[in-house]
């Protein structure tokens, strides 16, 4: 396989998709967009879902570029256009346990995660906290990916299904020379 040169990075809420991204960007040279600075305004207020889909159709116009989500709303944006979507497919346990670890950091921590905004005890405890999210679409995110993985009309998918395999194929994976420009 070439590089990819547009990449979608999908998963359930904690499985490393940013982290990944972040990664990705680095070693092949590619511009990260981060889902959540797009969706979420300061004060946690959602961006209205139009100007969502408007702000990744721009990004996904381009010939070089990496998403690490894709939501309601704009989904089939970043499919249509992706030469490559990694699905980051890990038992429950596993992506829960990063979750919840990850977001009692975040709030030990107070890290910014996106446009000022922070985890809260408030945030964490509502039933709009990320570990609900977790639980109510584990299963659905699971069965598109591998949905998406079968589908002979979309882009190639990657399912990945233990940080193990994930690393192996990292480690085959071209990169770019450190003191080469961004293609």
């Not at 998963?11 to 979420?40: C, E, F, I, M, N």
Request: hydrophobic share 40%; with cysteine.
């Amino acid at each position: 396989m070439n590089s990819p040169t547009r990449i979608l990075v999908y998963g359930v809420h904690g499985s490393g998709k940013s982290t990944l991204a972040q990664h990705l960007a680095h070693r092949l040279g590619l511009p990260w967009h981060p889902v959540d600075d797009l969706l979420w305004e300061p004060g946690w207020v959602e961006v209205p879902v139009a100007v969502q889909r408007s702000r990744i159709e721009a990004i996904c116009r381009k010939e070089r570029w990496i998403l690490d989500g894709a939501y309601h709303g704009w989904r089939d944006v970043p499919l249509a256009r992706a030469d490559l979507v990694i699905g980051l497919d890990y038992p429950r346990g596993l992506s829960f346990r990063w979750l919840l670890r990850r977001t009692l950091d975040r709030l030990r921590t107070r890290e910014e995660i996106c446009n000022g905004n922070r985890e809260s005890l408030g945030s964490v405890l509502s039933s709009e906290s990320v570990l609900v999210w977790h639980l109510t679409g584990y299963a659905r995110e699971r069965a598109r990916m591998r949905a998406w993985q079968q589908d002979p009309a979309g882009p190639p998918v990657l399912l990945f299904d233990t940080p193990q395999a994930l690393e192996h194929w990292l480690a085959a994976l071209p990169s770019r020379p450190p003191d080469a420009p961004p293609r």
